[in-house]
């Protein structure tokens, strides 16, 4: 059965250091998304991503983050100067984009900033 | 702007026992309902949805989640636990209409399934 990857399923980095983390979305899906859990918090939403740029993004998703689909298979996210408060776990999912549009999870990035 | 509470962070149930996890949801138009899990240590698994039709669906592992519109809820059951069933478990939404497909999540329940 086809699923969502996600590597490392660990990254330590230092504060201010940047950070990319990569997905690969299951292939013949169209939409990709970013979402990150702060350690006993809400799943929250970061991005959504589709034909080649940004269709959504929350307040969370500010300048110090981006997202690049480089090849055919990869969708990353970048944080380019890493704070403490960025310290979660990380999900990226993927979806066919037709009603009810059912996302798939990877299995998560768990990112310490220290 | 949609919304999803989930009453009670942690339900401790006995093997054998009824499992009932609550949803409630915010929306000025009834939306697509999902129910996750996530295992120790795994991602999101998606359990069952809600599109539209009949309002008692079915996932998998035995779970059941009924739509009440009525209610604004979305409460996920299962008849007998087992322990392998012990997980976080989600309501996520997403709106029919419109172009946001991002999924708004409830705060999460731990189930505990006691021996």
């Known amino acids: 059965e086809p699923e969502v990857t996600q590597t490392p399923s660990h990254q330590v980095t230092q504060m201010g250091q940047e950070v990319i983390l990569r997905c690969v979305p299951i292939s013949n899906h169209l939409y990709f998304y970013w979402y990150r859990q702060i350690l006993g918090q809400k799943v929250e939403f970061l991005v959504s991503f589709y034909n080649n740029e940004i269709s959504e993004k929350s307040e969370i998703f500010d300048d110090q983050f981006s997202v690049e689909r480089p090849d055919g298979s990869n969708f990353t996210l970048k944080i380019r100067s890493t704070k403490l408060e960025d310290s979660a776990m990380y999900f990226c999912?993927?979806?066919?984009?037709?009603?009810?549009?059912?996302?798939?999870f990877g299995p998560g990035t768990r990112l310490t900033v220290t | 702007a949609q919304s999803v509470t989930q009453l009670g962070s942690h339900v401790s149930v006995s093997e054998g026992a009824l499992v009932l996890l609550r949803c409630n949801y915010s929306s000025s138009v009834p939306p697509y309902l999902f129910w996750y899990v996530q295992y120790p240590n795994q991602g999101l698994q998606l359990l069952l949805k809600?599109?539209?039709?009949?309002?008692l669906v079915k996932g998998i592992n035995g779970f059941e989640a009924e739509f009440k519109k009525s209610e604004t809820s979305f409460h996920l059951t299962k008849p007998s636990a087992h322990m392998s069933d012990a997980a976080e478990y989600f309501c996520?939404?997403?709106?029919?209409?419109?172009?946001?497909?991002?999924?708004?999540f409830g705060s999460g329940t731990q189930l505990t399934v006691l021996p």
């Open positions: 999912a993927s979806s066919l984009g037709q009603a009810p549009y059912e996302q798939y």
């Open positions: 996520a939404v997403t709106p029919i209409s419109g172009s946001a497909r991002q999924l708004t």
């Open positions: 809600y599109t539209t039709g009949a309002t």
